[in-house]
C-alpha cells in the first residue's frame, strides 16, 4: 500500500516522496479517504501515529483548488510547539503547490503575525489564546475557513481551552468539514464532539507496543503510603532522567514540590500551568536542570526527551493504552529503561488489563527494610522482593539527591 492510492495531487506527491514517506500509516490509511470525501471525523490515536499527516494531505489536496489569500483552513492546537510541528508538515508537503501556511500563537510578535495574515494565506495552525486575541482586535477573518481541524483534543481541554474554543467555533461559517483528534475521549471532549461535529466517521488507531528494552515492576502499595516508597525507591535507584505520572493535576504539583523539599531538581507538567511554564519545565528536564518530571497523562503529550531511564507510575493510569503510551518514554533508541508502577488493591482490574496487553505477568517487587505499616504486599506472587538486586539499583546517601543522574545506564542487547 502506498500513497498513490488516494489520488493525490502530483505535486503534493512529489512532497511526500521528498518528506521521506513510504507508506501510509494506518490512521493513515482509515482517514485520508473519509477526509478526502468531505466526512466529519474523530480521530483517535496517539502521538506518533501520522495523524497530522492524515489531516494535513487531504486540507492540502483541497486547497489546489478555491481561491487563494483566504484563510480556508484552521487548525487549533494546544501549544506552540506542537503548531510549529504541524506547520512543518503541511510547509514540506505542500511546497510545490504554493500553499501558504502560518503559525498564531503567544510568546512572539503580534504584530509580525497580523502583518503575514494581511498578505494573505490558506491556513493556520493556532493556539487558542492568541488567534482569539488576534480576533477580538479585528485582525483575522474566519469567515471563510471550509476545513476545522482540533488536534490534541484532549489535551486542549485538559488545559483549559475548552470555553476558548467555543469561542472561536461561533467565528467560522457553520457549514464547514471538522476534523477532531484526539489521544483520549474524556467526558469533555466527547461532549465537545458531540456539539461541533455532524454524522462524524470514527477512526481509532491502537497505540505501539512498550519496547522491549524496557522493564516492568508492580509496587504493590497502600495509597497513603506511595510518597514514601516514591522517595526510597529514589535513593536506591540509579537513573537518569526520571518522569513521574499522577493522576491528577494538583497531585503533579504537590507532588513536585514535595520532591523539591527533599532536594530533589523536580519540576511539574500539569494543564494549569500556562505555555511559559510548561516549556521551562520541560527545556529544563531536556538540560538537566531538572532530574525529575512530574505530569499527567494529557500534559505529557508529545514529551520527546532523549535518555528518560525510569519511568514512575505514581498513580494506576485509567487505561492499559495509556500505560503503554506512558512507558515508551523510556527504553529508546536500544537503552535498557525501566517502569515502576504502584498498585493499590483497588488496581487489580487494570494490572490484569495491562499484563493482557504485553501478553505477560508484571514482576511484583518489594522494597527491602521499608515500612509498609499495616499494609501486607501480596508476597505469592512477586518473583523479585530484594530490588537492590535489580540492574539499575545501588543505595544512594542523602547528600546526592541534588545531582544523582547517573551514567551506568547501558545499551540493550540486541
Given amino acids: 500500500m ?6 493525490l495531487d502530483a505535486r503534493i506527491q512529489s512532497g511526500i516522496k521528498k518528506a521521506g514517506y513510504d507508506a501510509p500509516t494506518p490512521i493513515q490509511q482509515q482517514a485520508i479517504p473519509l477526509v478526502l470525501n468531505g466526512r466529519d471525523l474523530i480521530g483517535i490515536a496517539q502521538t506518533g501515529t501520522g495523524k497530522t499527516a492524515a489531516f494535513a494531505l487531504p486540507i492540502l489536496q483541497h486547497l489546489t483548488r478555491g481561491p487563494r489569500g483566504k484563510i480556508r483552513a484552521l487548525i487549533v492546537a494546544p501549544t506552540r ?7 512543518q508538515v503541511i510547509t514540506d508537503f505542500g511546497k510545490q503547490t504554493q500553499t501558504r501556511s502560518m503559525t498564531i500563537y503567544g510568546g512572539v510578535s503580534k504584530t509580525r503575525q497580523v502583518e503575514t495574515l494581511r498578505r494573505g494565506v490558506e491556513v493556520v495552525v493556532a493556539t487558542p489564546g492568541r488567534l482569539l486575541d488576534i480576533a477580538n482586535e479585528g485582525n483575522i477573518n474566519l469567515r471563510n475557513v471550509e476545513v476545522l481541524v482540533l488536534d490534541e483534543a484532549d489535551r486542549l ?10 469561542r472561536i467555533i461561533k467565528l467560522l461559517p457553520t457549514e464547514r468539514q471538522t476534523l477532531f483528534f484526539s489521544a483520549t475521549m474524556p467526558r469533555d471532549a466527547r461532549k465537545l464532539a458531540d456539539t461541533i461535529l455532524k454524522n462524524p466517521e470514527t477512526v481509532q488507531i491502537g497505540i505501539i507496543a512498550p519496547a522491549k528494552t524496557v522493564s ?34 494538583r497531585r503533579a504539583r504537590f507532588l513536585a514540590n514535595d520532591l523539591k523539599k527533599e532536594k530533589y531538581r523536580a519540576a511539574a507538567l500539569q494543564g494549569n500551568m500556562s505555555q ?81 496487553v504485553l501478553k505477560a505477568p508484571i514482576e511484583k517487587r518489594v522494597l527491602p527494610e521499608f515500612d509498609y505499616g499495616s499494609f501486607k504486599p501480596d508476597f505469592q506472587l512477586s518473583t523479585q522482593a530484594d530490588t537492590s538486586k535489580s540492574r539499575h539499583s545501588r543505595h544512594r546517601s542523602g547528600n546526592n539527591k541534588r545531582n544523582y543522574r547517573s551514567k551506568s545506564r547501558r545499551p540493550a542487547q540486541k
Avoid: W
Fill in 2 to 7: 502506498n500513497f498513490e492510492q488516494f489520488s
Fill in 81 to 87: 510547539e506542537l503548531a510549529e510541528q504541524i506547520h
Fill in 157 to 166: 481541554c485538559d488545559m483549559g481551552f475548552l470555553p476558548d474554543i467555543r
Fill in 216 to 249: 516492568h515492576a508492580l509496587y504493590p502499595i497502600a495509597q497513603t503510603k506511595k510518597k514514601e516508597l516514591l522517595l526510597a525507591l529514589l535513593q536506591r535507584t540509579a537513573a537518569g532522567r526520571v518522569l513521574i505520572f499522577t493522576r491528577t493535576k
Fill in 276 to 356: 511559559n511554564q510548561r516549556q521551562l519545565a520541560l527545556d529544563g528536564f531536556r538540560s538537566g536542570k531538572f532530574d525529575l518530571l512530574v505530569a499527567t497523562d494529557v500534559a505529557a503529550r508529545g514529551i520527546d526527551v532523549e535518555d528518560i531511564s525510569h519511568v514512575i507510575n505514581y498513580d494506576m493510569p485509567d487505561t492499559a493504552d495509556a500505560y503503554t503510551h506512558r512507558i515508551g518514554r523510556t527504553g529508546r533508541a536500544e537503552l535498557s529503561g525501566e517502569a515502576f508502577t504502584f498498585s493499590t488493591p483497588e488496581d487489580v482490574a487494570m494490572v490484569r488489563a495491562i499484563e493482557k
